[in-house]
């Protein structure tokens, strides 16, 4: 073996560690700042829902500085506006749901013991394991503390939700950078199909807003309704959530109807059980008829594939993760119908094919 041949093997091993050196390392930041990277692509997708009315209005002839400026004023000015008229009534109704806890649980506590005395043989089985009905129920301190974990530093929270905020405020104001930036991604060849999946996605994206806001209203206000009818306490607190419970898709649901549903058995079991139709009929009303209506001009994803995608998410990112698991789906189902889909010829077999499969 020649010096050359020699030279040439030591670079090209010299090469291979540094980049495998590289990627590791690149794959450790990643890591580290994976928590940034998903705020910071919940940041585009609040960015390219918030374009939509901001191009709308720029090319009607307006600066854009001029339309960002109206579309955020309105925006925070909404918030401010409901946080002004709801959120002293829902700190109150906060405070007297924590008050009352100990009420409420000394309440379910009670009930499941008087309930458990209808069945002897089971009550016998727990009386023997040495653990009464409310031995079940987590110590009030142990709930407390477990709420507790959850908490996290006010100061902190507010400086990422000022830097959140201010990444879609840049992003709004000039998109041009990163969209520059985006399409120098791909090929030239393949800009074309990533200019319309990124409009595709941009409209889904769009679509998907439009209706979280539109089902989530209608949601509040008949959540708030009802629990004032039948005197739960904390109604203002459960509609609130019930608004933004459409952000989680279907799991969203259990995460609106549980907490209500308990306070209520503390009022009496009737209520509880009124409670429970009620968000069922909710969910079927809002879930299965009138979100996919306002979803199918626009979105047309099918559950399966956000459940999916919710629990794959949800697993590996937490509550963020659940956030942008439609938003995710919009993305996937854009760039698969762009970049795969359209290089094949269309099938007008397909639909029989697909018949004839289920059938």
Same mark, same amino acid.
């Given at each position: 073996m020649n010096i050359k041949s020699t030279h040439s093997i030591f670079r090209t091993a010299t090469s291979i560690i540094l980049y495998t050196a590289g990627l590791i390392i690149l794959l450790w930041f990643l890591l580290k700042i994976l928590s940034v990277v998903l705020l910071g692509i919940f940041a585009i997708v609040l960015g390219l829902i918030i374009n939509a009315p901001v191009s709308r209005l720029e090319?009607?002839? *307006?600066k854009r500085w001029l339309a960002c !400026? /109206? $579309?955020? !004023? $309105?925006?925070? &000015?909404i918030i401010a506006l409901l946080g002004w008229m709801v959120v002293p009534h829902m700190s109150n109704q906060l405070d007297v749901l924590i008050g009352n806890i100990p009420k409420y649980y000394a309440s379910i506590s009670e009930y499941l013991d008087k309930l458990l005395k209808k069945f002897p043989e089971l009550r016998k089985e727990i009386s023997e394991g040495g653990n009464a009905i409310s031995s079940a129920i987590p110590s009030l301190g142990n709930t407390v503390m477990g709420i507790g974990n959850f908490s996290f530093s006010i100061l902190g929270g507010i400086f990422v939700f000022i830097v959140f905020v201010c990444m879609v405020v840049f992003f709004v104001a000039n998109p041009k950078p990163i969209i520059e930036l985006y399409l120098t991604v791909f090929p030239i060849k393949q800009r074309e199909k990533a200019e319309n999946a990124m409009k595709h996605t941009s409209v889904m994206l769009v679509g998907w807003m439009k209706s979280n806001l539109i089902g989530g209203a209608i949601? =509040? $206000? @008949?959540v708030y309704a009802f629990l004032t009818l039948m005197n739960v306490p904390g109604a203002l607190v459960w509609a609130a959530l019930a608004f933004f419970s459409e952000l989680i898709p279907k799991i969203g649901f259990y995460i *609106? +109807?549980? %907490?209500p549903t308990l306070v209520a058995l503390s009022v009496s079991p009737a209520t509880a059980l009124w409670c429970l139709i009620f968000f069922l009929l909710l969910n079927e009303l /809002?879930?299965?008829f009138l979100m996919p209506k306002l979803r199918s001009s626009t979105m047309n994803i099918h559950p399966m594939s956000s459940l999916f995608l919710l629990l794959a998410m949800g697993? =590996?990112? &937490? @509550?963020?993760?659940a956030l942008l698991s439609t %938003?995710? +789906?919009a993305i996937i189902k854009a760039y698969y119908e762009e970049f795969y889909l359209r290089q094949f010829p269309k099938d007008p077999q397909l639909e029989q094919r697909t018949e004839d499969i289920i059938y």
């Open positions: 090319r009607k002839g *307006m !400026l /109206i $579309v955020f !004023l $309105v925006i925070f &000015g949601e =509040a $206000v @008949l *609106m +109807a549980i %907490p /809002i879930s299965d697993t =590996a990112f &937490g @509550l963020t993760g %938003p995710l +789906a």
